[in-house]
């Protein structure tokens, strides 16, 4: 079965560093997202993706954070400058127009430290 | 805003029991999307099941099925027969239904525990 795939599994980055965070969705899939997960903490929606364009974010998504799919597989999440408090695990999700199942598929999630 | 509420932070079930998980929220739309995912220890969330709105009947799958009470803004999920593979965090998601690019609002989660 088709999944969503994320890498690295674990990065740890300074205060103040850039880092990308990449994710393969499935496929077919045409919507994409990106939630982060601190550390004890609910999953908090960050933005949503859909024909090459933001469709929605979150006021956590400030102008700190971009997304992008630069090769038509890749989905990227950046960081210009990492904060101690962006240390999270961060899940990107796709899923595709069927009628009647809106779920979301989830990646196994990418945890970042920031020292 | 939509808003999911997951009243019991920590829940336990001895193996082979059943256990219930509550999930209210708040929405003024009257057509929506509610799911439970489950999130073991390897942090993946992984689909338990699903709800539409519109559908009367509850949905069940295998030894997990949810009691939906529209009114009550309700969405609890049962657990029969539980295994020890069961235990992880479950979170309660609530989306709308007017876009298929909506995204999902999660409740803060509910640990369970299962007992040998």
């Known amino acids: 079965e088709p999944e969503v795939t994320q890498t690295p599994s674990h990065q740890v980055t300074q205060m103040g560093q850039e880092v990308i965070l990449r994710c393969v969705p499935i496929?077919?899939?045409?919507?994409f997202y990106w939630y982060r997960q601190i550390l004890g903490q609910k999953v908090e929606f960050l933005v949503s993706?859909?024909?090459?364009?933001?469709?929605?974010k979150s006021e956590i998504f400030d102008d700190q954070f971009s997304v992008e799919r630069p090769d038509g597989s890749n989905f990227t999440l950046k960081i210009r400058s990492t904060k101690l408090e962006d240390s999270a695990m961060y899940f990107c999700?796709?899923?595709?127009?069927?009628?009647?199942?809106?779920?979301?598929?989830f990646g196994p999630g990418t945890r970042l430290t920031v020292t | 805003a939509q808003t999911v509420t997951q009243s019991q932070p920590e829940m336990s079930v001895q193996e082979a029991e059943t256990v219930t998980l509550s999930c209210t929220y708040d929405?003024?739309?009257?057509?929506?999307?509610l799911f439970w995912y489950k999130q073991p220890p390897s942090r993946q969330m992984i689909l338990v099941i699903r709800?539409?709105?519109?559908?009367?009947q509850n949905a069940t799958e295998n030894r997990f099925s949810v009691n939906f009470q529209k009114a009550a803004k309700s969405f609890s999920l049962k657990i029969s027969d539980s295994q020890l593979g069961d235990a992880a965090m479950y979170f309660c998601?609530?989306?709308?239904?007017?876009?298929?690019?909506?995204?999902?609002?999660f409740g803060p989660g509910t640990r369970l525990s299962v007992l040998p």
């Open positions: 999700a796709s899923n595709i127009p069927r009628l009647n199942t809106y779920e979301q598929y």
């Open positions: 496929s077919n899939h045409l919507y």
């Open positions: 709800q539409e709105a519109y559908k009367q």
């Open positions: 993706f859909y024909n090459n364009e933001i469709s929605e």
């Open positions: 929405t003024s739309e009257s057509d929506y999307y």
């Open positions: 998601a609530y989306r709308r239904s007017d876009n298929y690019g909506q995204n999902f609002v």
